[in-house]
């Protein structure tokens, strides 16, 4: 029923984020000694077995090797090096056991690394025509309808990295997911308003708390929380998304106007 | 919502037969007084013919009990090959969180949450007992539930054992390895029994192993047969579609969920999942079969009869794998066996399910923006400029895709085919430069979503022909199971912790319940003691409703 069941009091909780929650996993791998094992890597294996162990023309790809996964701080990879394989023409290597360790050390990081989309890089995103970019801005765009490069994105790429400034345009609202991994809490500028009119004619403002098919609850100006019931269409509720232009513009961008619009916004340090 | 003491039932329990064997000719028929196996039926369809709670009657769905499950060692018997431990290895990502759909057998509910089986009384909820096993690792993602032939039970770990439990007791009769944790290999399916068949699949993305299906016998848990998702070497069939040898046995395809069974064709259904490495076809150019297709398999020697590929060459993490969902309906007037699938590509299929012809492709988001159309089979073909590169793609779906692994639902009183959608949008980053990627090869990162709705479809044209968009504010949305019933309801849930009934005829809302958290896995429905129970999981917690008499 729309009975507006109110009560003024303290804002609605809404899930704190944690601070500096991240979902980010680490290898656990001594960080030394992967860098010694590199350095052995490369001058006792990498000619056969590629630069980044993927394989090459004589040896195979170590990062799906199920020796190496099998292995344990070197158990196994030990017996190869040391062994050899003379089957497949593979030399011994009459390695200390501190560098076999340390070898393995680094296989096991660059299987790691293969491993955990998570920890994946993105490279150089800054490819797009920063020119057409800014006459998008101006223009198709209609970016500078709400936005202007002197005003609220003044030095906005040097707050940024070109990746997350990218993100940031095309959906600024970092929410879900997203928010879980970084640890952040929302925007106010990028929360969502609405009105509930009641029957009486009564109006509540504010910003959205929550909403579904049965519920909406707001959190005023004043800081005062209201909660309605839905039935169908009463009470008339009207959300009103500050980002509606952002998401609309989700179906219109072409992939080269993003990267010209990127090009144009890392300009602006 | 109204808890009621329900002292009836908790009577009638202690006259129940516990424990009761499962007749394997339930598994023939639509469920009514079981639930013997994870949709319910063979057919995937996850309708019931109840209707003693209704449409007249929903309203007065009320709460008949709720119970709360932990895992862990605790208080359980435990198994398992990895070290003493007393972590809570299934609080993984998601928490403790029942993905499951429940068996129902002789007033007995059984289901998992991953390294932990359960077995609760259906007429209260109380447990009767809990097994967990102390894991070696595997990604702790969720699991989907039991699988049961007569008294055993079998259960898949996230560490890659098939287990086989005693259902009446809980203690273990055997485990067997299935496939190598360490490949980053993980399972999470239910495995689907068949005749003397326990259909046990698995997954795992991470690094580029190749998928398969195996058949093990319930008894001794050997291996029967096993189905390879890619062909294993050049001239085998299948093969032309792949660059090399290698490619091929590193190219993903996993089992990720059960598939379903027609008894007459004795053919089994299964979605294959994406090819690896995911997000970049550099070292993999070809249509990389058997992957993300739907293959019919003969269930006693696991050969492939026929296969239809809904992504060729998929670069966006679509596993294929949805329910492939049979039933028997007119097509341009004449009657024919067909199997329908709305898949994570964003795209519906219809298939005649004797021989895979291709009948109906139809996409069933608006934001989908990756494929240039259809080829002559109805394949989506992909857009090119659509694939990872440096600076990066937008695409929709994103890799959660247009819907995911929660079940949909066939009304076959309605003819509408039911699925939990999303139009979600994604930025694709090349991220491996070598010209042998491996992983996901890619970097994504979220650009936001129109958000989640229901949507019923024609199977007859692929016309949307009522859809329910979920208003909603921030939190997980995300696909929900759904189930119909012949009470001419339709149960599913939304990202706001809403249990909701609605008319499968025109999406009106019929009856809702605030849950404590949102539906977590496919609701099921059965008659117990003459009475027809709702049952849904919603994280750590089960929630039978039915209605006060």
Redesign the interface.
């Known amino acids: 029923m729309a009975a507006g069941a109110m009560w003024g009091q303290a804002p609605a909780a809404?899930p704190a984020p944690r601070a500096g929650m991240r979902?980010r996993p680490v290898s656990g791998l001594d960080a030394a000694a992967v860098e010694r094992g590199r350095t052995v890597y490369e001058s006792h294996c990498a000619f056969c077995h590629g630069a980044?162990a993927?394989?090459g023309e004589s040896g195979p790809?170590l990062?799906?090797s199920?020796t190496v996964?099998?292995d344990e701080k070197g158990d196994k990879i030990g017996a190869v090096v040391l062994n050899g394989r003379p089957d497949k023409g593979m030399p011994k290597f009459p390695l200390p056991p501190a560098q076999i360790a340390d070898i393995a050390a680094f296989l096991h990081q660059k299987?790691f690394d293969?491993?955990?989309?998570s920890t994946?890089?993105?490279?150089?995103?800054?490819?797009?025509d920063a020119k057409a970019g800014e006459a998008y801005f101006n223009g198709a765009g209609k970016c500078a309808s709400c936005h202007s490069p002197a005003g609220d994105l003044r030095g906005i790429a040097a707050k940024y990295d070109p990746?997350t400034l990218?993100?940031r345009f095309?959906?600024p609202?970092v929410?879900?997911?997203?928010?879980m991994m970084s640890g952040q809490g929302?925007d106010p500028r990028t929360q969502?308003k609405v009105t509930v009119t009641l029957e009486s004619g009564q109006k509540f403002t504010g910003r959205?708390?929550?909403?579904?098919?049965?519920n909406v609850s707001l959190t005023t100006a004043e800081g005062e929380y209201h909660s309605f019931a839905r039935d169908g269409d009463r009470p008339k509720v009207l959300?009103e998304d500050p980002l509606q232009t952002?998401?609309d513009m989700?179906?219109r961008?072409t992939?080269t106007e993003?990267?010209n619009l990127t090009a144009y916004l890392v300009t602006l340090k | 919502m109204r808890c009621f003491s329900f002292l009836g039932a908790v009577l009638a329990s202690a006259a129940g037969l516990w424990g009761q064997m499962l007749d394997p000719a339930l598994l023939l028929k639509e469920p009514t007084t079981a639930w013997p196996t994870y949709n319910g039926d063979y057919s995937g369809r996850r309708f019931s013919p109840l209707d003693q709670i209704n449409q007249a009657n929903v309203g007065h769905l009320t709460l008949a009990w709720v119970s709360r499950f932990a895992p862990g060692a605790q208080g359980a018997i435990v198994g398992g090959e990895g070290p003493e431990s007393t972590r809570n290895d299934a609080l993984g990502?998601f928490g403790a969180r029942i993905a499951a759909t429940p068996l129902m057998v002789g007033g007995v509910l059984y289901f998992a949450m991953p390294d932990n089986a359960f077995a609760v009384d259906a007429r209260t909820g109380r447990m009767l007992w809990h097994y967990f096993w102390k894991t070696k690792g595997g990604i702790h993602i969720g699991n989907r539930g039991v699988g049961m032939y007569g008294n055993w039970l079998f259960f898949e770990t996230p560490d890659d054992y098939l287990v086989s439990l005693d259902a009446r007791t809980g203690k273990e009769r055997w485990h067997k390895q299935i496939a190598?944790v360490?490949?980053?290999y993980f399972s999470t399916p239910a495995p689907v029994v068949i005749g003397n068949h326990v259909l046990v699949g698995t997954g795992g993305d991470?690094?580029?192993?190749p998928g398969f299906l195996e058949a093990h016998d319930p008894e001794t848990g050997d291996v029967q047969w096993k189905w390879w998702t890619e062909p294993m070497k050049k001239g085998d069939p299948g093969a032309e579609t792949w660059p090399d040898d290698?490619s091929m046995r590193?190219g993903g395809g996993m089992t990720w969920l059960p598939g379903t069974y027609d008894p007459e064709l004795h053919l089994y259904y299964l979605g294959t999942g994406n090819p690896n490495p995911v997000e970049t076809g550099a070292s993999r150019k070809g249509d990389n079969l058997w992957t993300c297709s739907i293959v019919a398999l003969n269930v006693d020697t696991g050969k492939i009869a026929w296969y239809y590929q809904a992504s060729p060459h998929d670069t966006h993490d679509w596993d294929n794998v949805e329910t492939p969902v049979l039933f028997d309906g007119v097509w341009q007037g004449k009657p024919r066996k067909l199997l329908a699938q709305a898949a994570r590509n964003g795209y519906f299929f219809v298939l005649d399910r004797t021989n895979g012809e291709h009948l109906l492709t139809t996409p069933f988001i608006s934001?989908l923006?990756w494929a240039t159309g259809l080829n002559a089979k109805g394949q989506p073909v992909g857009d090119p400029?659509k694939e990872a590169t440096?600076?990066?793609?937008?695409v929709?779906p994103s890799s959660n895709g247009a819907t995911n692994w929660p079940p949909p639902s066939f009304d076959p009183q309605t003819g509408l085919f039911y699925v939990s959608a999303n139009e979600s949008?994604s930025?694709f980053?090349?991220?491996?430069?070598?010209p042998?990627p491996?992983?996901?090869g890619?970097?994504?990162?979220?650009?936001?979503s129109?958000g989640s709705s229901l949507k019923a479809i024609d199977y007859q044209t692929g016309r949307i022909v009522w859809q329910h968009k979920?208003?909603?504010?921030?939190?997980?949305?995300g696909p929900t199971g759904i189930l119909t019933t012949a009470g001419r309801l339709l149960f599913t849930g939304?990202?706001?912790q809403?249990l909701?009934a609605f008319d499968p005829a025109n999406g009106k809302?019929l009856w809702?319940s605030?849950l404590a958290a949102r539906v977590t896995n496919g609701p099921e429905t059965y008659l117990l003691d003459g009475r027809q129970y709702l049952v849904v999981g919603a994280g750590d917690s089960l929630y039978a409703f039915t209605i006060e008499q």
């Open positions: 809404r979902f980044n993927k394989g790809d990062i799906r199920v996964l099998d299987v293969a491993a955990q989309r994946y890089q993105v490279h150089n995103i800054v490819t797009g990746p990218e993100s095309l959906m609202r929410g879900g997911f997203e928010a929302p969502t959205l708390d929550s909403i579904d098919d049965f959300v952002h998401l989700l179906t961008y992939d993003i990267r | 990502f190598d360490k490949q980053e991470s690094l580029d192993v290698y590193h934001t923006n400029k440096i600076d990066g793609v937008l929709s949008f930025v980053f090349l991220s491996d430069l070598d042998h491996e992983g996901y890619a970097a994504e990162k979220s650009a936001g129109y979920y208003p909603s504010e921030g939190g997980f949305g939304d990202s706001s809403n909701i809302i809702h605030r």
